[in-house]
Every structure is written in structure tokens, then in C-alpha cells.
């Protein structure tokens, strides 16, 4: 039940940041975005999430447009422990459901 | 703070066999979620529990799984028989409410191998 949309794979060099995008076009008034990562062999980890308003944690910004159909993780400084599988996920403004697509894979180049 | 905890961390079983996983969520947290994860594949909800009620098992295939939290606290998944497409890592998650601004947290994960 996916509803968004991101790019199979992407490659940023260390050091450099790296923009990650989702369109999330039919995202509804109160449906968060919430933005995991799975590095290999892990179970996902809670990066950051948001309704409107852009965020900023230790880890990483998120960026969400001013209409929401898209948003943007930044990871100002990438770094080789950053390369996973990163998963962006409308949450349902019930239940609090998270359904993951197949989200992007993230190499960090040396 | 102590994570969610899985075990076993390995299974190995032949097809048609029975296998059961444990979760203990992050105390507190009354939302406890079910995931399977096929390789290559992103995960998959199974079924999540309020407190001890399900809030959502629309995705469990229920001729074979079977999942409980008697309790409220720690949660079992069962898969009776197992097929080959059943061998996945089986996640457990779990969130301190079930509003939508309460982020879930994952253990490692089983990883489960039928042969």
C-alpha cells in the first residue's frame, strides 16, 4: 500500500551531501512523512518525520514542499556508514500503519 | 533503553514444519507490529496489535500465520505449515502509541529458511 514514489538506487560521494527524493503526490491533510533506514542485515532505523513544517535532527533535514505531493531528506555530510536502503513512507493519520515500498539504495562512493 | 528484542536471531526448517518467533517491545510502547521482509523486497506489514488487540492483520495469511499478545507486552508469530516462500527475515517493531506522530522501532529481525 505503498504510496510514494523514489528512485531504485543513487550514489554520492563521501563527504558530499546527498539529496534523497520522494513524490508522495495523493498524501492527505494529516498523513505524516516519515523517512527509515535499513543498512544490510539491520532492521530499519528511525531517521526523521514530518507534516509540513521542514525538520532538521543530528541526523538528517527533511525538506517537504509547500503543496506536500513531495519531500526531500538531506544528509549534510555523507558519510560510509550512510550507505543503505532508504525508505520514505506516508503514515495513514490512523493507526499510525507504516508501509514500506522499495525504496532507494544509497551508495556512498569513497 | 533497551531495544526491541527477537529470537531466535536463525531458523532453519523443512517445508511443511511449524516455527514460531518472539518480540519484546520496548517497554511501554503498546503498539507492537509484525513484519516479513523477502529479499530484495521492502518490508511487509503483518499484522499490528493495540495494547492486545489487532488493529490491522489484512496482510497476514491466515490459513498458515497466526500471531498473539496475550498480555499486551511480548508477541508471538507462528507459521503452521511453512511453505518455501515463507523463508524471510521476520521483523518485530513496536511504538509507543498508535497515533500517526509516534515513530516504531525495529529489532534485528529472524531470519527464517525453509528448505
Known amino acids: 500500500d505503498a504510496k510514494t514514489t523514489q528512485p531504485p538506487s543513487m550514489d554520492c560521494a563521501e563527504g558530499r551531501a546527498a539529496n534523497l527524493p520522494c513524490n508522495h503526490s495523493?498524501?492527505?491533510?494529516?498523513?505524516?512523512v516519515y523517512w527509515y533506514r535499513q543498512i544490510h542485515s539491520q532492521g530499519p532505523q528511525y531517521i526523521i518525520h514530518?507534516?509540513?513544517n521542514n525538520e532538521t535532527n543530528e541526523m538528517a533535514s527533511l525538506i517537504i514542499t509547500e503543496d506536500r505531493k513531495s519531500s526531500t531528506l538531506i544528509l549534510p555530510h555523507a558519510t560510509l556508514r550512510d550507505t543503505a536502503v532508504y525508505y520514505c513512507i506516508v503514515n495513514p493519520d490512523t493507526g499510525n500503519q507504516f508501509y514500506f515500498g522499495t525504496g532507494t539504495s544509497l551508495t556512498v562512493i569513497p | 533503553e533497551a531495544g526491541v528484542a527477537q529470537s531466535p536471531r536463525y531458523k532453519i526448517i523443512e517445508k511443511r514444519q511449524s516455527v514460531a518467533f518472539w518480540c519484546n517491545p520496548i517497554?511501554?510502547?503498546?503498539?507492537l507490529y509484525w513484519y516479513q521482509q523477502i529479499l530484495g523486497q521492502g518490508p511487509k506489514l503483518l499484522i499490528q496489535f493495540q495494547n492486545n488487540g489487532v488493529v490491522d492483520d489484512s496482510q497476514l495469511p491466515k490459513d498458515r500465520f497466526s500471531a498473539e499478545r496475550l498480555k499486551g507486552v511480548d508477541s508471538t508469530l507462528k507459521i503452521q505449515p511453512a511453505k518455501l516462500e515463507d523463508s524471510a527475515v521476520y521483523l518485530c517493531?513496536?511504538?509507543?502509541?498508535?497515533?500517526?506522530?509516534?515513530?516504531?522501532?525495529f529489532g534485528q529481525g529472524t531470519r527464517l529458511t525453509v528448505v
Open positions: 517493531a513496536s511504538s509507543l502509541m498508535g497515533l500517526a506522530n509516534t515513530e516504531a522501532f
Open positions: 514530518g507534516l509540513k
Open positions: 495523493t498524501i492527505s491533510g494529516n498523513e505524516y
Open positions: 517497554s511501554g510502547h503498546a503498539t
